[in-house]
C-alpha cells in the first residue's frame, strides 16, 4: 500500500484547447436537484441549495478541494455556471504516477481519472471554476486502501483548522501590543514570547490538519516544551507562556503522532500503527486541559499587561494591519528573537509568519478590545465522544444590515449533560468567513436585559440553559448568505449545525433595506400540531420591519425536506387574527419602517410527518423584489 502526495498549481489560460482524452473526468459532487448559486464574500469553493429547497439558509459550500475537480465530462452533472480553461502543473513527492483516493463519502473524492503522467511531474487540462480569480495551490492526498481513521476525518481537520486560526488570532494580538508607546524591553520579550508560541501551536495544529506522511512511524515521539527563563516576567506572563510552551510541544508531538499513524497505516503495519494512535490519544488528554484553561489565563494575561500601563485597547485596526503587512514578509526582528529563544527553526518560523500574517484583523482587534479577555481562542481542538452535548437557537434567524452598524439577535445553548460545562460561548464559524466584527454577553432568560461582560464565556450547568445576545457588524457589504454559529465549551463538543434553528442568515448593503423581525406563535410553542394525516394546522407570524420600507413577498416551505404538507399563506387582521384575502402560495405586501404585519400559516397534511425538529421544519420567509431575504423564522412540524 502506498501514498501518494502531489501539489497541484491551476492557472486560468485563455485560448486554451485541450484533446478530450486530456480531461480530467470527475463525478460531481452536487447531490441530484441541487441548485448552483453564487457564493458568499470570501467563500472559496462552490455553493448550492439542495434539491426541493428555495430556502437560502440550505445554503451549502463544496469546499475548494472538490471544486477544482469538477469534470465537463459528468453527464449527470447539473447546471452549473461558466466553466474556464486551466492548464495545471502537478508535482507528486514520491515520484509515482497518481493513484485513486480513499472513499470519502462527505466529499465524494472517488473515482478521479486524469491522463497517466510521463513523470512525477506533468501537466494536463482540465475545467473549472476560479472563485477567486486567482487559481488555486492545492494539496490533495492520495490513498490506497480502506476509509479514513478517525485521526484523518474531516471533521477532525475543520476544528483543528479551526483551532490553528485561533492560536494564530492569539499571537497576532500579542505581537500587536508591542507597538504600544512606551512598552519597555522586558515586556516587548514578554509579548513576543507569547506570540511565537501561541503562533507555534496554530503551526503544528495546523500540520497535523494537513497530515503528511512519516517514515519514523515504529517510534513514539517524546514532547519537549522549549522551557524558557520566565524569572524576570509577571507571575500572570510566565504562567501563560509556561501554558504554551507545553500546548506548543504536544501539538508538535500530536503532529508527528498523527503522520507516523498514517504511515504506519499505509504500510499495513498494525502494531505500529496501534502504538501511534495509543500515543496520539495520550498526548490530547495531557493537551486538552491546558488548552482549556488558556482563556482564564490570557485574561489574567491582560489584565497583568494592563497594570503595568500597557493598554491593549489603544491598539488601532490600521497600526494591525501595518504588522501583518510587514509580517508577509517574515517575522519581525523582536519575534525573531523569541522564536531563536525558544529554538524553533527558520522554516517553522515563516509558517508562524504566514499565520500571524492571515489572522483576521476583526478578531484580533475584538480580542484586544477585551484586554485578552475574549474567552476560548477556538472550540475545542479535540471533540472527544466522552465531552458534553450541546444544543443551540437562535432568534430571530434573519437579519438585514448597514455597513458600520450591528444587527443582533438572540441565542440560547443547553447543556443536555450530566455535569457543568465549562467556559461556554459563541463564535463565528471560521469556515465561511464573513467581513462582520462579532460579539456576543450573556442576558437575563426573563428580560432579555444584558447581564456578565461582552465575549466572556460561563459555566452552565447540566440540564441548564443560557441565553445570549450576539451582534453582527459588517464592515464590507455582501449578499444574503448562511451565517452558520459555533456554540462551544471547553469540555463539549460543538453544538449542531441547523439551518433555521442556530444559525443567521444575514446580508449587508451600503443603504438601508427592509430587515424583517419574524417571529412565529403556535398553539404548543415552537410547533405546528396537525391533527391526524389529513388535517390542517395553524401558526403565525409576527413581523416588525426595523430596517428601510419596502415591498416584500412572504412564503413557506419546508426546506430541504420532502414532507406530505401543503402549505398556504395570509396576511392577517393583527386584531381578530382573519386572513384579508384567501391564503395562497405567497402574499406581496408593502411594509413601511416600524410596521408590524401579522400573517397566517396553514400546514395541511397529506400523509404522516414524525416529529423530528432538527429536520421536519416549516419556514416562512420574507423576500424583497430581487429575491433577497429579508426575514425568517420556523416551527416544527408533526403529525398528532
Known sequence: MTETKCIFTAVQQSGINCANNEWLDYPSPFPPGATIVDCPLGTVGLCYIPANSTNVSDLKVVPKEVSAFISITDPNAPAQPPQVPFAVSFTCTDGNALVQPVNNATQQLIGIKIPAPTGPSDTFCFQGYDDTQAGWNITIEYVVGSPLPQWKTDLRKKNLGLASDGFGVGGMAASGVALIPGVGPGAVLGLGLTSILAGGVGVFTGHAAADPVDPNFTVVVTPTPPNVDVSSFGPATAQLIRSLEQAMALAAAIDTTQNRATTALLASDSASQQLQVTALAGFESQLDPIVNQLPAQFAAYGQELLSQGVDTTTITPTQIATLQSLLAGGLTSNLQTAANTVG??????????????????????????????????APPVLPAANNLPL??????????????????????????GTSTASKCGIAPDATLPLPIDFSYQTTDPATNALTGTLNTPVDIGP?????????????????????????????????????????????????????????????????????????????????????????ITASANTGSATLPVGLAICQTNPTTGTCFATPGSSVTTMINTGQTPTFGIFATGSGSVPFDPANNRVFVVFKDPSGAVRGETSVAVRTQ
Open 391 to 416: 444544543v443551540a437557537a437562535v432568534l430571530p434567524a434573519s437579519r438585514s444590515a448597514v455597513v458600520g452598524n450591528p444587527v443582533t439577535a438572540f441565542a440560547t445553548i443547553i447543556n443536555t
Open 344 to 377: 524553533i527553526d527558520a522554516t517553522t518560523q515563516q509558517e508562524i509568519a504566514a499565520l500571524l500574517a492571515n489572522a483576521d484583523p476583526g478578531q484580533v482587534e475584538s480580542l484586544l478590545l477585551s484586554r485578552f479577555n475574549s474567552g476560548p481562542l
Open 463 to 551: 440540564g441548564g440553559a443560557q441565553s445570549f445576545v450576539i451582534a453582527e457588524t459588517p464592515t464590507a457589504s455582501f449578499p444574503t448568505v448562511f451565517s452558520e454559529l459555533l456554540f462551544f465549551c471547553a469540555n463539549a463538543n460543538v453544538a449542531p449545525q441547523l439551518g433555521g434553528l442556530n444559525t443567521l442568515v444575514v446580508s449587508a448593503s451600503t443603504t438601508a433595506t427592509p430587515d424583517v423581525v419574524a417571529l412565529a406563535a403556535s398553539g404548543d410553542p415552537g410547533i405546528v400540531d396537525i391533527p391526524g394525516n389529513a388535517g390542517t394546522g395553524v401558526f403565525a407570524v409576527a413581523t416588525v420591519n426595523v430596517g428601510a420600507s419596502g415591498s
